[in-house]
């Protein structure tokens, strides 16, 4: 029976996780770049109208609240992609793994 | 000894993991939907708050646009029902994006004076963010990792 060669595995699992999280980074941070430069230009407007009299503290208040509740759905798919590259990253391992079985053992894996 | 580290290395490896629910187009799509309608709305609300005609902006005249998002958001509600266990974060947005929604939708209906200066830009910028940060986890969740 032909033996597992680790050091290649190890080297094609740590590529693969690379170039995941590389790929999902480089979708992602446009992404949470413009919606961040939004939020903080929304801010400013707000604080603009606040300082002209053209609003309330009350009505200020209201439209941060806005603002909050737009920010906190950004930061949950920031944190749902990051799952979505941990859950790719795993089972492309898995994969991997799966792939050097077959060829040195001859085993299929349901993967 | 290295039996039992094959057995052990085949076990793990016959276990696919799932962190996070999958890709429904359902949401995706009307998301997108959502976006284009709210925006559409804006320019003519943004429009009509900053002129001399307060009459114009009044919610009865929008009443077309938010029969279409009062079902597009019970869409979105009876979807996320049926995004499961590991649908948490999904259905925390389609909350948050119901919450923001519903509740420009109220202050719609209390009225919104002329105010030249202020377009609302703020709501718009908010919506957006939310509907945006939907569409662009659904994007991500169609992904496998094998491509």
Not at chain 2, 105 to 115: E, S
């Amino acid at each position: 029976m032909a033996a597992l060669d680790f050091p290649q595995l190890l080297k094609d699992c740590i590529s693969l996780a690379k170039q995941e999280v590389g790929k999902n980074w480089s979708k992602l941070k446009p992404f949470a770049e413009h919606e961040f430069t939004q939020f903080a230009e929304s801010a400013q407007f707000l604080a603009e109208l606040r300082l002209k009299n053209i609003i309330d503290d009350e009505e200020l208040k209201v439209r941060l609240r806005f603002q909050q509740m737009a920010l906190n759905n950004v930061l949950l798919a920031i944190k749902g992609i990051g799952l979505k590259t941990a859950e790719n990253v795993v089972n492309g391992v898995l994969g991997i793994v799966a792939k050097a079985i077959k060829s040195t053992i001859n085993i299929v894996l349901p993967v | 000894m290295k039996k039992n580290r094959v057995l052990i290395i085949l076990l793990l490896v016959a276990c696919k993991v799932t962190f996070i629910t999958g890709y429904d187009p359902v949401i995706d799509d009307t998301a997108t939907k959502m976006k284009r309608d709210f925006n559409m709305m804006m320019l003519k609300l943004a429009r009509e708050v900053q002129d001399n005609d307060p009459a114009n902006q009044a919610f009865t005249n929008y009443q077309s646009y938010y029969d279409n998002l009062e079902t597009d958001l019970l869409i979105l509600r009876d979807r996320s029902v049926y995004t499961g266990l590991k649908g948490e974060i999904v259905r925390k947005q389609i909350k948050n994006a119901d919450s923001l929604l519903t509740g420009f939708m109220n202050l719609h209906k209390q009225g919104f004076a002329d105010r030249p200066g202020d377009d609302k830009r703020d709501f718009r910028n908010a919506v957006n963010s939310a509907l945006n940060s939907i569409s662009q986890l659904q994007e991500a969740l169609k992904s496998t990792g094998k491509e």
